[in-house]
């Protein structure tokens, strides 16, 4: 079955620690693997895609598909991260493939 | 200013009073979503549609419907809502590209 898994549901960290937000992926297409942000009350907008291979509000994502992960990084976690971040892969027929999100709380 | 518009923002309504929920997009999309968002439960997809009058069951479309009549519009129909409908609800359109647009949400109570 297609799934994408974040592990863990909640990742709290200290200001200025790094930060490592897990994505793993089963599936045995080509992934389509993106990164959304969704900040206290706020809709989900796209962080990162793995095709881009961009930096956003310093954020990283790199896909290793011999681990099937495309995990989300930051080297300093500011308090300002503080949300809650998902990942996901388009699946057969374009259908979306949603990890179930992870808390980030930053602490000061 | 390309955008997702859903309406209403807000509702609180009664056990099996019909209700829908609009959603409009201006980006000329051809695939649009709706989510409900419940606490420990992520994301979850009810429907989607590919393009005007393509539409295909997510992992929980029980008790909605939806329709795409025009490629702008995508509305949640929820013909005898019920408690457990009780959620936040997005509703999404993107491009070809796989980059999602949401709307701002909207929250739903069922008493």
């Known amino acids: 079955a297609q799934r994408v898994t974040q592990p863990e549901k909640l990742l709290s960290v200290f200001k200025g620690a790094p930060v490592e937000l897990k994505c793993n992926y089963s599936?045995?297409?080509?992934?389509?693997l993106f990164w959304y942000v969704q900040y206290s009350r706020q809709r989900l907008q796209l962080l990162l895609r793995?095709?881009?291979?961009?930096s956003i509000k310093g954020f990283t994502a790199d896909l290793n598909k011999g681990e099937t992960s495309f995990h989300l990084k930051k080297p300093f976690a500011q308090e300002e991260d503080s949300a809650m971040y998902y990942c996901?892969?388009?699946?057969?027929?374009?259908?979306?493939?949603w990890g179930l999100g992870t808390s980030l709380a930053v602490n000061p | 200013e390309a955008q997702v518009t859903q309406n209403p923002r807000y509702l609180i309504t009664v056990t099996g009073k019909k209700l829908t929920v609009t959603c409009s997009q201006n980006?000329?999309?051809?695939?649009m979503s709706w989510y409900r968002q419940d606490p420990g439960l992520g994301l979850r997809q009810i429907y989607y549609?590919?393009?005007?009058?393509?539409?295909d069951k997510g992992d929980v479309p029980e008790g909605y419907k939806v329709s795409r009549k025009e490629k702008r519009n995508f509305p949640l129909i929820l013909e005898s809502p019920s408690p457990n409908q009780t959620s936040l609800y997005f509703c999404?359109?993107?491009?070809?590209?796989?980059?999602?647009?949401f709307g701002e949400g909207s929250r739903l109570t069922v008493l």
């Open positions: 996901r892969n388009a699946g057969n027929n374009r259908k979306l493939i």
């Open positions: 549609s590919m393009n005007v009058e393509v539409t």
């Open positions: 599936y045995s297409g080509s992934p389509e």
């Open positions: 793995h095709i881009s291979r961009e």
């Open positions: 999404a359109s993107n491009t070809q590209a796989g980059e999602l647009f």
């Open positions: 980006m000329n999309h051809e695939y």
